[in-house]
């Protein structure tokens, strides 16, 4: 009986081919979805430009309307989509840019949480 439980529990390989969406199709699919927009060819530079108009400096603002100011290393994407101009681009910190994008792509609960969290005290822009 072990034998057989443990042969039903193994998955099988699963061709990559056959779960990944065919070149090109996503293109249009993506508004309304989860799926991260694609970025342009010159995103290095885009992204370049933009941490330095931040001043490599984290732009993300917290509910009682301090600016976090860690050193950013990530570009967002203010609303999420295909627009990669400028204003519609900012600085972020990794935990910020995490944060972020866990309200996003996350679930109803995710939202929720991230909604109604404070701050977290071991964020070091909250120690001054
Ligand atoms: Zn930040």
Do not use: Y
Request: charged share 25%; hydrophobic share 35%.
């Amino acid at each position: 009986m072990a034998s057989h439980h443990w042969r039903q529990c193994r998955t099988r390989p699963a061709r990559v081919r056959d779960l990944l969406p065919a070149e090109g199709v996503a293109v249009t699919a993506w508004q309304g979805s989860t799926r991260r927009s694609r970025l342009p060819k010159d995103w290095p530079r885009i992204r370049a430009r933009v941490l330095r108009r931040d001043k490599g400096v984290c732009q993300a603002v917290f509910s009682d309307g301090r600016q976090c100011a860690q050193p950013a290393n990530q570009v967002d994407h203010i609303v999420p989509g295909d627009d990669h101009s400028m204003t519609n681009l900012r600085a972020l910190c990794t935990w910020c840019h995490a944060r972020k994008s866990a309200q996003e792509g996350g679930t109803a609960a995710a939202l929720t949480r991230v909604r109604t969290e404070r701050p977290k005290p071991t964020h070091p822009a909250l120690d001054d």
